[in-house]
């Protein structure tokens, strides 16, 4: 990250709403009112470039500049970009933090495509930004059966331990950069918005780890400014913001894109918060979250998005309907972590799917148990090995439901809990049988500290296959036991292989699954 880069985010203070696209292709939007400042020169792209949701014929692409500016986009099959088709995008002003995201459309299907992006300036017509230049990969039609490579993990600078130069940066989104992902599943926390970074902690051998820091990053978040500059902090780091130039991205929100363990309706004790009221905490952090990140316009975090005949990817959303963390015991249909509606479409939609594989991803892992305090649970299970009880009941709904219509290929990816497991889940060991056996894949933290492994509830007959766990909680990403998970799925034969990786790409743990047989 450039020292301009840097100097832009403190100046613009990371004022206002969110980053708009009007409706078609082209997008819209009236200019707003000129702001308080007039940066000389040429407009400057200040966090890079970004591309999220690539379906079969569209993508998003995001960047962000340092004065309101009209934003747009060429896309083309050629790297250098010859006979790119233009796409003007909308303007980029204070009341979306002069953030944008433009929807392409009429893209060819599998293939990889090149992507600038400049903004021209709304005070001299003709005046553009230094482009900025991206790539990206097209899914295959419904039907295709091309091979599908993708990368998964979680949890993003957290715990005190942020950008440290003298420790190689977030070097973990390089590792992932070299696999040549055709996308990348962001499983929630994104960013910490309730962890406070310090310049320097003495790590348990004596050396110094040495964060960069921004005033957004020095307190816990609370207005809509601080919550933008977690988003604009994690992109300081020149791993992060290559990789997300190159690789689409699938992003879900868990809890610290808020604050640890939120639900709504909470109201909080936590001193260093002036704000107590988690719903509006909630509202500028999502608000924080769509301006930044590169997820649908009509802000919908859980949906399904199909990579030709082999893969559906159902991204889940476990917080937006989260009942409060309590005991998880009772037996009450209608609560849960996903809510009827939500509940009710991944049960149609798992149905209605004929990909070979239906990866569920979650933000919360489903066996394991994931205490919110003393006998008060955050997750799906709570310990108890018994029959479903608490938000239990709505996954053995939906996969009894599943079981009963026939889907087959259901596998699980989630992260969380900062560190990588592989659990197989089996009805022959579990305390109901009304399902049919699948795997969870667990990995992360990305850059964050290493806690684990916690205890697996015997509710669905999970058995912990691998576990790669830190010695210690909060284990700092200078002594490794960071983790992403990489899947291939071959378009021929339907085989699903996982490897589960360290932060420098090496295997630690392999297993390939065989097409499922109806």
Same mark, same amino acid.
């Given at each position: 990250m450039t020292e301009l880069?840097?100097?832009?985010?403190?100046?613009?203070?990371?004022?206002?709403?969110? !980053?708009? %696209? !009007?409706? /078609?292709?082209?997008?819209?939007?009236?200019?707003?009112?000129? &702001?308080?400042?007039?940066?000389?020169? $040429?407009?400057?792209?200040? *966090? +890079?470039?970004?591309?999220?949701?690539?379906?079969?014929?569209?993508?998003?692409?995001?960047?962000?500049?340092?004065?309101?500016?009209?934003?747009?986009?060429?896309?083309?099959?050629?790297?250098?970009? #010859?006979?790119?088709? $233009?796409?003007? +995008?909308?303007? =980029?002003?204070?009341? +979306?933090?002069?953030?944008?995201?433009?929807?392409?459309?009429?893209?060819?299907?599998?293939?990889?495509?090149?992507? #600038?992006?400049?903004?021209?300036?709304?005070? @001299? *017509?003709?005046?553009?930004?230094? &482009?900025?230049? !991206?790539?990206?990969?097209?899914?295959?039609?419904?039907?295709? @059966?091309?091979?599908?490579?993708?990368v998964w993990t979680g949890d993003i600078a957290g715990q005190g331990w942020g950008i440290a130069p003298d420790f190689g940066g977030m070097s973990i989104f390089r590792a992932m950069r070299a696999t040549r992902p055709d996308f990348y599943l962001c499983s929630g926390d994104n960013v910490y918005a309730d962890g406070p970074l310090t310049e320097t902690?003495?790590?348990?051998?004596? @050396?110094?780890? $040495?964060?960069? %820091?921004?005033?957004?990053?020095?307190?816990?978040?609370?207005? =809509?400014?601080?919550? @933008?500059?977690?988003?604009?902090?994690n992109l300081l780091d020149e791993h992060l913001r290559r990789f997300v130039a190159e690789v689409p991205q699938v992003n879900q929100w868990d809890d610290h894109e808020v604050l640890n363990n939120w639900y709504p309706g909470e109201i909080l004790t936590d001193e260093r918060y002036t704000e107590r009221?988690?719903?509006?905490?909630?509202?500028?952090? #999502?608000?924080?979250?769509?301006?930044? %990140?590169?997820?649908?316009?009509?802000? #919908?975090?859980? $949906?399904?998005?199909?990579? !030709?005949?082999r893969l559906d990817v159902f991204v889940l959303d476990m917080r937006t309907w989260k009942d409060p963390n309590d005991g998880n015991t009772y037996a009450d249909p209608s609560r849960g972590l996903l809510g009827r509606t939500q509940r009710e479409w991944l049960v149609r939609e798992l149905t209605r799917s004929r990909a070979t594989w239906k990866v569920i991803a979650a933000d919360l892992p489903l066996g394991l148990v994931v205490p919110d305090g003393p006998g008060t649970q955050e997750g799906v299970a709570q310990g108890d090995p018994g029959a479903p009880?608490?938000?239990?009941?709505?996954?053995?709904?939906?996969?009894?439901?599943a079981h009963r219509a026939g889907v087959t290929g259901i596998v699980f990816l989630t992260a969380d809990v900062h560190y990588s497991?592989?659990? *197989?889940?089996?009805?022959?060991?579990?305390?109901? /049988?009304?399902?049919?056996?699948?795997?969870?894949?667990?990995?992360?933290?990305? *850059?964050?500290?290493?806690?684990?492994?916690?205890?697996?509830? /015997?509710?669905? +007959?999970?058995?912990?296959?691998?576990?790669?766990?830190?010695?210690?909680?909060?284990?700092? &990403?200078?002594?490794g036991f960071q983790h992403f998970g990489e899947v291939s799925i071959d378009g021929r034969s339907g085989a699903f292989t996982v490897h589960l990786r360290d932060r420098d790409g090496r295997s630690l743990w392999a297993r390939t699954l065989p097409a499922p047989t109806r």
């Amino acid at each position: 990250m450039t020292e301009l880069d840097r100097r832009t985010v403190l100046r613009a203070g990371l004022v206002a709403g969110a !980053g708009v %696209v !009007g409706g /078609g292709l082209l997008g819209a939007g009236a200019a707003p009112a000129a &702001p308080a400042w007039r940066p000389s020169g $040429r407009p400057v792209l200040t *966090h +890079g470039v970004q591309s999220g949701d690539a379906t079969a014929d569209s993508a998003l692409v995001w960047t962000r500049a340092d004065r309101p500016g009209r934003m747009l986009v060429e896309v083309s099959r050629r790297p250098d970009l #010859r006979g790119a088709r $233009r796409v003007t +995008g909308p303007v =980029l002003d204070p009341d +979306g933090d002069f953030t944008g995201t433009v929807r392409l459309r009429g893209l060819p299907a599998g293939e990889r495509l090149h992507y #600038r992006v400049t903004v021209e300036s709304l005070d @001299r *017509h003709g005046l553009t930004s230094e &482009p900025l230049t !991206g790539a990206l990969t097209t899914a295959p039609r419904e039907h295709d @059966r091309q091979d599908v490579r993708f990368v998964w993990t979680g949890d993003i600078a957290g715990q005190g331990w942020g950008i440290a130069p003298d420790f190689g940066g977030m070097s973990i989104f390089r590792a992932m950069r070299a696999t040549r992902p055709d996308f990348y599943l962001c499983s929630g926390d994104n960013v910490y918005a309730d962890g406070p970074l310090t310049e320097t902690v003495t790590l348990p051998d004596g @050396r110094i780890w $040495r964060n960069l %820091v921004t005033p957004e990053k020095s307190k816990v978040a609370e207005t =809509l400014a601080e919550y @933008r500059g977690q988003y604009a902090y994690n992109l300081l780091d020149e791993h992060l913001r290559r990789f997300v130039a190159e690789v689409p991205q699938v992003n879900q929100w868990d809890d610290h894109e808020v604050l640890n363990n939120w639900y709504p309706g909470e109201i909080l004790t936590d001193e260093r918060y002036t704000e107590r009221r988690v719903d509006v905490l909630a509202a500028r952090a #999502r608000q924080a979250y769509r301006e930044w %990140v590169p997820t649908p316009l009509d802000g #919908r975090v859980y $949906r399904r998005l199909s990579y !030709g005949s082999r893969l559906d990817v159902f991204v889940l959303d476990m917080r937006t309907w989260k009942d409060p963390n309590d005991g998880n015991t009772y037996a009450d249909p209608s609560r849960g972590l996903l809510g009827r509606t939500q509940r009710e479409w991944l049960v149609r939609e798992l149905t209605r799917s004929r990909a070979t594989w239906k990866v569920i991803a979650a933000d919360l892992p489903l066996g394991l148990v994931v205490p919110d305090g003393p006998g008060t649970q955050e997750g799906v299970a709570q310990g108890d090995p018994g029959a479903p009880a608490g938000r239990e009941l709505e996954f053995a709904e939906v996969l009894r439901t599943a079981h009963r219509a026939g889907v087959t290929g259901i596998v699980f990816l989630t992260a969380d809990v900062h560190y990588s497991a592989a659990h *197989h889940y089996d009805p022959a060991r579990a305390a109901v /049988g009304d399902f049919t056996p699948f795997w969870e894949f667990v990995s992360g933290p990305a *850059h964050a500290g290493a806690f684990g492994p916690n205890a697996l509830d /015997g509710t669905f +007959g999970p058995e912990a296959v691998f576990v790669h766990a830190p010695p210690r909680a909060n284990t700092s &990403p200078a002594e490794g036991f960071q983790h992403f998970g990489e899947v291939s799925i071959d378009g021929r034969s339907g085989a699903f292989t996982v490897h589960l990786r360290d932060r420098d790409g090496r295997s630690l743990w392999a297993r390939t699954l065989p097409a499922p047989t109806r």
